[in-house]
């Protein structure tokens, strides 16, 4: 439900901001929080949502622009925005068109290539520095595991330098020391159980920002070093902002070596501009892994570069890297994809919504002085993230170390309250999507101020 279709016999919650007619839907949300529990591990998919809710149990049932509806009829402004894919809002009208007219015309073939295909590729050719050849998959994990294999059998290495506070999916591969403890900065933190120790062991980890220590590693381990993997701009703990010094040092370095670099873009590609972090840095890897906003919410991924790495895919005599998947090139995804890079391209989205982020940020930054609570606000372009007990400018994971996580949750409860939702995971982060407007910004800001001085 949006709110065109509301009607003025609408009631409105109790809680300021949060709309919804409870009388007759509140008793819908608990049976089917606890049918999930029964049957799906920690009642969501992914522990990580299971664990990012514990404002409150909650189902969803629809979206709309800027808007989530709960199956009670609650509406949220989305500052979620399903970890960052819904760049230009929820149920876009063009984007889900194309989606549907795909699938009028069979939704995956499975054999040969389609138009679609050649299509979405050569706009990642065209906008993006480092991709002559492009590979699609359907999931921002499984484009950085790709790359990391075509790394692996390009110099015939098998470690893997990463950086603390980076996240790259949830294979063993890289789901190593994203947030480790401050007793175990500086070594191989495992975040799962269960994962390979051989794939652990060649993990080489190093902090973010450090020219030196990258320069050291790549030189000590060239004769072993399969890739190096970063992202650019790493938003999985807020947001650190890369030194110009440390990009220039890892691309030299890792030419000097022959070892290829990759750029995670997971969540900045097409986030933050159509030529990704790459583009504005004007440093290019060799490898680059894009997902989320490249499809505004539909499942399309792609790992793109160096036309001789990508080659090595290719399914002939010659080429011998497995890069497979059923549901690679689903058509639905690639017009999504088509339809959403061309809005992006065309309407300037980044431009405005880079403007709209530094008011947010500016405005937040204001409110934490005001009240005179202890933190910062960090972000970069459409992203934002308050963090709570901490000072200055982050550069490396350890200056995230130490966030007052109890003020963060009650943060992101009074707010939620208000009729804003976003995950309440301190290390997260707000998104804005093309939807977002004046409008919303005037409402968070007059809320957060609000929470701000009861906090």
Known sequence: ???????????????????????TNTDRMEPIVDRAREIIPGGAQTGLRAQAYDTGDVAFESASGATLTTVAGEQYTDYHLG???????HAHEDVDTAARAAIDDGVLYGAGTTPLEVE???????????????????SGSEATYHAIRLARAATGNEKVLKFEGCYHGWHDYVDISVYPPADRIGERYPESDGMLPAAVENTLVAPFNDPDAVEEIVRDHSDDLAAVILEPVPH???????????????????EVHGVPLIFDE???????????????????????????????????AAVGGRAD?????????????????TYSGSLPGLAAARETIDTIVAEDVQASLTDLGD?????????????????????????????????????????VLGLDEERFHAFAA???????????????????????????LESYLEAADTVLAEL
């Open 236 to 254: 999985s703990v807020g947001c650190l902002h890369p030194r110009t010094e440390f990009l220039e040092t890892l691309r030299e370095v890792t």
């Open 359 to 399: 008011r947010y940020r500016n405005g937040l930054a204001d409110l934490l002085e005001d009240h005179g609570v202890d933190g910062r606000v960090v972000g970069h372009r459409s992203i934002f993230s308050v963090q709570f007990g901490v000072r200055g400018e982050p550069r490396t994971y350890e200056d």
């Open 83 to 89: 970890f960052g894919p819904i760049i230009l809002g």
């Open 120 to 138: 979405v590729a050569e706009r990642l050719v065209d906008l993006v520095p480092s991709v002559e050849m492009v590979n699609f998959c359907n």
């Open 414 to 440: 009074g707010m939620r309250e208000r009729g804003h939702f976003f995950t309440p995971n301190p290390y997260k982060r707000h998104h804005l999507s093309a939807a977002h407007d004046e409008t919303h």
């Open 309 to 325: 790495l990508l080659a090595q895919a290719g399914g002939d005599n010659e080429s011998g890297v497995v890069i497979s998947g």
């Open 266 to 300: 997971v969540i900045s590609g097409f986030r933050h501009s159509p030529h990704g972090v790459q583009g504005e840095v004007n440093v290019t890897p060799d490898l680059t892994c894009v997902a989320k906003a490249l499809g505004n919410g539909y499942p399309v």
């Open 1 to 23: 439900m949006t709110d065109s279709d509301r009607t003025e016999s609408d009631d409105v919650n109790p809680v300021e901001g949060v709309k919804g007619d409870f009388s």
